[in-house]
């Protein structure tokens, strides 16, 4: 699958927008964008997909590039819960498996 | 979303003694499910897959006869820890999805401390 570059680590104050950002420059036509968050001592939790369309769900927001070779994880008023690990992970059609890099380490400041 | 469970949420075993990790999708059948290993300030590694009813893949650099995972039941998927030593140490992850192309949901996690 192709890799995907994140930042390390970002801060955001409370009650703003957070927007994360994910290079996937290496991106198939049949890759799909995922997004999964890990809160402190839990497992992952999903929070979006998509494959070329925006997409928006009650979480979060996904903006996808129009080359697809980036992406951006919109959440729209960060909360202290919102304070996590996030992946920016690509699955490949008929490939069941996540392969998890780095994320970014997102701090909300209160 | 559906909801995964794992059990127990944390153990502490010695050195030798073998340790069971039992993960359970509680609302929906998982065609096949994940088992994850996480150390710490690192990522999550997939050590394995495991399909209903047939053995399970392994990824690479992963011993099988020291990992033993069990898919018996559409539900339930158990990663046996044989011989622990205290490297083995970790954070142990399933994850679980009902079919191809569905989403996947994680456990909790299972904290194993080998003393």
């Known amino acids: 699958d192709a890799k995907t570059t994140q930042p390390n680590s970002m801060e955001s104050n409370e009650e703003e927008p957070v927007h994360l950002p994910c290079n996937h420059s290496?991106?198939?036509?049949?890759?799909?964008i995922h997004w999964y968050r890990q809160l402190p001592s839990q497992g992952p939790e999903y929070v979006i997909h998509g494959l070329t369309s925006n997409v928006n769900n009650r979480m979060a927001s996904l903006a996808i590039a129009e080359d697809r070779k980036s992406s951006t994880l919109i959440l729209h008023r960060a909360t202290l819960r919102d304070a996590a690990v996030y992946y920016c992970?690509?699955?490949?059609?008929?490939?069941?498996?996540?392969?998890f890099g780095t994320g970014t380490r997102l701090t909300i400041i209160p | 979303g559906a909801v995964v469970s794992q059990h127990p949420s944390r153990v502490i075993c010695k050195s030798g003694t073998s340790v069971k990790i039992e993960c359970r999708s509680l609302d929906f059948q998982a065609t096949t499910m994940f088992w994850y290993r996480q150390f710490p300030k690192q990522s999550l590694m997939l050590m394995a897959t495991s399909n209903e009813g047939s053995k399970a893949t392994y990824e690479q650099g992963v011993e099988k006869d020291k990992f033993l995972i069990n898919h018996a039941s559409l539900t339930l998927s158990t990663l046996t820890v044989t011989s622990a030593h205290p490297e083995d140490s970790s954070f142990y992850i399933c994850?679980?999805?009902?079919?191809?192309?569905?989403?996947?949901?994680f456990g909790q996690g299972t904290r194993l401390t080998v003393v």
């Open positions: 290496t991106i198939s036509g049949t890759d799909y």
């Open positions: 994850s679980a999805r009902a079919g191809a192309g569905t989403e996947a949901f």
């Open positions: 992970i690509l699955r490949r059609f008929g490939n069941e498996k996540l392969t």
